[in-house]
């Protein structure tokens, strides 16, 4: 069973699992001793202990793996480097699909108003988190030491600093040449320790989902469904409608393709609701899968997970018609066109603070008048939607690289066409050659 099959047969599994436990628990059809031994040993004890290990492995990686991979990128540009228009192409196709997925969202929450017949004047408890201005975000882009921005796991300064590394070797002449190649053996065995980790990814999957919806009621669900469905419907069409037209306009590439090859990526998004996390795999797939060169694949994976939230727009989109409705409150057409611009800038105004969706929403809400306590209603629903628009999230990092890399001149588009099991026999053949040279003598 290939490895695609496997994570998707563990989603399918900790999914039925988890949902049978809940309502086993809450139907009260286990005997109380034997339910907290469940509760206490299975779900908060074998499946969360996996389950974080699985995700901080991940995490343990990101850090390193973008760092060498993007000073190995640049450095390889050379001295006449693209960087500055593959950066501004980059930066121009993210905010426009972040408009676009804003549009699509307000256009739907006007249409369905989810929030229609629900009366949100009573108490609601939320405390907003304070929101960062423009000015000392733009500041601390900027790294005042590398160090510190690696342990904090601050990416935007990671690649500021790997991206002046990188321009700096390429023009070092001979000795530049000599730290480039470390660098490249040293992404190399990253990529090793990704593909490893892979193999384990089914394990991680089916605990982080068998735990969580152990715990998701479906009440939850239901209370909200208008809402949930609504916003479910607009990533749905964003991510397999809106990156698809692209790709084939843009870069006349096709979707199918795109999306069957990208099927772990997104699995791996939905399991661990972190585009962060996920970047290891993402950045594997685009060079390996998709074709992209490291060059642009470096930089536009780790921006894009950093300040590309297609998704969080459409809930924030979605989000604020509900709660303007929900309160009774006319934004009118301005304010909708006033919320479009706050959360384009907002994706990459707050990009690496922490709980960046629901500060940005706060900071949405305030900017047309609307409560922020308002937030406390979605909550119960926004775990399982976050797990959605991370899929949706690194989809459109993904077709974004392509694009780039197409009208760049640096996608192999031959290993775009092969299938992935025919770029995996290659990938073992080649191993196996190596592995066979090395035990030649001399």
């Known amino acids: 069973m290939s490895l695609t099959k496997r994570i998707i047969w563990a989603m399918v599994l900790g999914l039925a699992l988890g949902v049978m436990i809940n309502i086993a628990s809450s139907q009260g059809w286990l005997a109380a001793t034997f339910n907290n031994w469940i509760d206490v040993f299975i779900v908060d004890g074998l499946f969360d202990v996996v389950g974080r290990i699985f995700v901080a492995s991940l995490k343990l990686l990101v850090v390193p793996l973008v760092f060498v991979s993007l000073v190995c990128g640049t450095a390889s540009l050379g001295d006449n480097t693209r960087m500055g228009p593959m950066a501004g192409k980059t930066l121009v196709l993210y905010m426009f699909t972040t408009a676009v997925a804003i549009s699509l969202a307000l256009i739907a929450g006007t ?41 904090a796991g601050n990416m935007l300064q990671v690649i500021v600093f790997a991206i002046l590394m990188g321009i700096a070797i390429s023009r070092s002449g001979e ?115 998709l074709g992209v060169d490291n060059s642009v694949a470096s930089f536009t994976v780790p921006l894009g997970a950093t300040i590309n939230m297609d998704g969080t727009a459409i809930m924030q989109g979605v989000a604020t018609a509900f709660i303007a409705q929900a309160y009774g409150i006319d934004i009118g057409l301005s304010g909708y066109m006033m919320v479009i611009m706050t ?75 092969t299938s992935t099991e025919q770029l995996v026999a290659r990938e073992e053949e080649e191993n196996g050659a190596r592995a066979l040279q090395a035990t030649q003598p001399g």
């Open 111 to 151: 249409v369905v108003q989810p929030g229609a017949g629900i009366d949100l004047q009573q108490e609601v408890a939320f405390e907003p988190s304070a929101v960062p201005s423009l000015k000392d975000v733009v500041i601390n882009i900027f790294p005042d030491n590398p160090v510190q921005a690696m342990a």
């Open 175 to 289: 000795r530049g040449r000599q730290v480039a190649g470390f660098f490249n053996d040293f992404n190399d065995v990253i990529m090793k320790m990704v593909t490893m980790l892979m193999h384990l990814a089914p394990y991680g999957v089916f605990c982080l989902l068998a735990k969580l919806f152990s715990g998701l009621g479906i009440d939850a669900i239901w209370k909200l469904g208008k809402y949930f469905f609504c916003v479910v419907g607009v990533l749905l069409l964003h991510g397999l409608g809106v990156y698809s037209l692209m790709l084939k306009l843009l870069a006349g590439l096709n979707p199918a393709t795109f999306l069957n090859k990208l099927r772990p990526v997104m699995m791996f998004a939905f399991s661990t609701a972190s585009s962060n996390a996920t970047i290891p795999v993402t950045l594997r797939t685009a060079e390996k899968r």
């Open 343 to 417: 959360a384009t800038l907002a994706s990459i105004g707050t990009a690496g603070v922490p709980g960046v969706g629901l500060i940005t929403l706060t900071m949405v809400l305030t900017q047309v008048g609307l409560p922020a306590e308002g937030i406390a209603f979605i909550i119960g629903v926004d775990r399982l939607l976050d797990m959605v628009r991370t899929a949706v999230n690194v989809t459109g990092d993904s077709m974004v690289s392509l694009v780039v890399a197409k009208t760049e001149g640096e996608l192999n588009e031959d290993m775009f066409a």
